[in-house]
T-cell receptor, first 108, second 115 residues
Framework: KNEVEQSPQNLTAQEGEFITINCSYS?????LHWLQQHPGGGIVSLFM?????KKHGRLIATINIQEKHSSLHITASHPRDSAVYIC??????????WGAGTKLIIKP | GAVVSQHPSRVICKSGTSVKIECRSL??????MFWYRQFPKQSLMLMAT?????????EQGVEKDKFLINHASLTLSTLTVTSAHPEDSSFYIC???????????FGSGTRLTVV
C-alpha cells in the first residue's frame, strides 16, 4: 500500500465546475503539501497545512488529521487550472513522499 | 517569498559530454537541497539529498559517480550529469527545504536532452 494515495488519477471537467481532489496518507505527518505542476514541468507549492483549512483565491485545502485525509478544492474552475496536482508529506528526513498526482483538465 | 533559481531551463548536449545544473536559493539559506528526476508521464523521483558542506545521500539505483552533486554553500547546489547518454534525457528539478515548518520551494526545472 502506497503511503500517500491520491484520487482521482485523472479528472476532466467543464469550466466553472467545482473540483475536488483527495489525498489519503498512512504515515504520521507534521504537515501535508499540495503542489501544482504545469505542463512545462515547473512546480508550485500551493499549500502547506497541518490542521483545518486554508484558502487562497479559488483554491481551498482541508485536512483531517484523525482520518489522515486531505482534500484540495477548486471553485469556479478555469482552463488555466489544468495541471497535475500532487499531495506530498515529508518523512523524518524531510524527504517528500509523493502521491501519484491527479491530472486535471478543465475544458472551456 | 523564498525562491530557488534553477539554470539552465533547457539544455541539449551531445552524448558523452557533461552538463551542470545549478540551483541557487535567492533569499534564504538552503541547508538541504533535494534533486529529482522526472521522465515523461511519470512522477518525480528523488535522486539525492544534499546537505551543505557534506556528501550527498543518493537514492538506490542512482549512480553517484555519474550524477555529481555539490552543495558547497548555503545558497548554491549543483548537479553535474557526467558522460551523458540519451537515456539521461529527462526533467531535473531541485527543491529546498526552507524552514523548520517543513516549507519547500522548487526550482523551475531543467529539461535535458542528450543527442
Amino acid at each position: 500500500k502506497n503511503e500517500v494515495e491520491q484520487s482521482p488519477q485523472n479528472l476532466t471537467a467543464q469550466e466553472g465546475e467545482f473540483i475536488t481532489i483527495n489525498c489519503s496518507y498512512s504515515v504520521g505527518i507534521s504537515a501535508l503539501h499540495w503542489l501544482q505542476q504545469h505542463p512545462g514541468g515547473g512546480i508550485v507549492s500551493l499549500f502547506m497545512l497541518s490542521s483545518g483549512k486554508k484558502k487562497h483565491g479559488r483554491l481551498i485545502a482541508t485536512i483531517n488529521i484523525q482520518e489522515k485525509h486531505s482534500s484540495l478544492h477548486i471553485t469556479a474552475s478555469h482552463p488555466r487550472d489544468s495541471a497535475v496536482y500532487i499531495c506530498a508529506v515529508p518523512d523524518s528526513n524531510y524527504q517528500l513522499i509523493w502521491g501519484a498526482g491527479t491530472k486535471l483538465i478543465i475544458k472551456p | 517569498g523564498a525562491v530557488v533559481s534553477q539554470h539552465p531551463s533547457r539544455v541539449i548536449c551531445k552524448s558523452g559530454t557533461s552538463v551542470k545544473i545549478e540551483c541557487r536559493s535567492l533569499d534564504f539559506q538552503a541547508t538541504t537541497m533535494f534533486w529529482y528526476r522526472q521522465f515523461p508521464k511519470q512522477s518525480l523521483m528523488l535522486m539525492a539529498t544534499s546537505n551543505e558542506g557534506s556528501k550527498a545521500t543518493y537514492e538506490q539505483g542512482v549512480e553517484k559517480d555519474k550524477f555529481l552533486i555539490n552543495h558547497a554553500s548555503l545558497t548554491l547546489s549543483t548537479l553535474t550529469v557526467t558522460s551523458a547518454h540519451p537515456e539521461d534525457s529527462s526533467f531535473y528539478i531541485c527543491s529546498a527545504r526552507m524552514d523548520e515548518n517543513y516549507g519547500y520551494t522548487f526550482g523551475s526545472g531543467t529539461r535535458l536532452t542528450v543527442v
